[in-house]
């Protein structure tokens, strides 16, 4: 049982070049979620979904967009990269409402630098 | 506005020793509490939660917190500390509301010494 499984695990991007980081799970959660974690300001969430063609905004989403268009992967990408978006980002899987008895499930992370 | 405080940036802790990382949330109702713990180079592991009754949870890896609703705070604690457990610990906060995520705080590196 894989889990939560991140593609890739590092990257390094030009300024304004664009990709998408892939995230996959095989645990049949409804809920997935993109954070971005940086030093000193903990996990800001990017965006998240609730079910399969369903995406929202959280914390940070300018810059980024998503896709769900089915339920065991979820899609972040960037258009054109900036130095802002140097970060460790991290993907997260629950089987509903992360407040009820659903704890989240995270992938190893991806490291992305922007030159 | 929700949010998640943890005042220590960095606590550093002699094997053995007990330990205690403090967080507090700001929320406009009795909000779902967790601590996570992240080793190295890993995602995030739930370590422990509390969503209502008894107080004080047990969670993995000997830990415990205890939600005190007058003091807004969920304080992560351990008996005795072991290597092992050098990482960063995040607290969160769950809105009571479906729909959303979980809001985390910025975490607290942990450094065992010898």
């Known amino acids: 049982n894989a889990g939560v499984t991140q593609t890739p695990k590092f990257r390094v991007l030009k300024t304004g070049q664009s990709m998408t980081l892939l995230c996959a799970q095989d645990m049949n959660h409804e809920y997935m979620y993109w954070y971005r974690q940086d030093p000193g300001m903990g996990l800001r969430l990017i965006h998240y979904s609730v079910g399969e063609g369903t995406t929202a905004k959280g914390e940070v989403p300018d810059g980024y967009n998503v896709s769900r268009l089915k339920k065991q992967n979820f899609l972040l990408g960037l258009e054109s990269a900036a130095p802002s978006q140097t970060s460790v980002y991290f993907c997260a899987s629950s089987p509903a409402w992360p407040a009820l008895n659903s704890p989240l499930h995270f992938g190893n992370g991806t490291r992305l630098t922007v030159t | 506005a929700q949010s998640v405080t943890q005042p220590d940036i960095h606590i550093t802790v002699s094997e053995g020793a007990s330990l205690e990382l403090r967080c507090n949330y700001s929320?406009?109702?009795?909000?779902?509490l967790f601590w996570y713990v992240q080793s190295p180079g890993q995602g995030l592991q739930l370590l422990l939660k509390?969503?209502?009754?008894?107080?004080l949870v047990q969670g993995i890896k000997g830990f415990e917190a205890e939600f005190k609703r007058s003091q807004s705070s969920f304080n992560l604690r351990k008996p005795s500390v072991h290597w092992s457990d050098a990482a960063e610990y995040f607290c969160a906060v769950g809105p009571p509301q479906a729909g959303t995520a979980l809001i985390f705080g910025k975490g607290t590196t942990l450094s065992v010494s010898s």
């Open positions: 509390y969503f209502s009754g008894d107080t």
């Open positions: 929320y406009g109702a009795t909000p779902y």
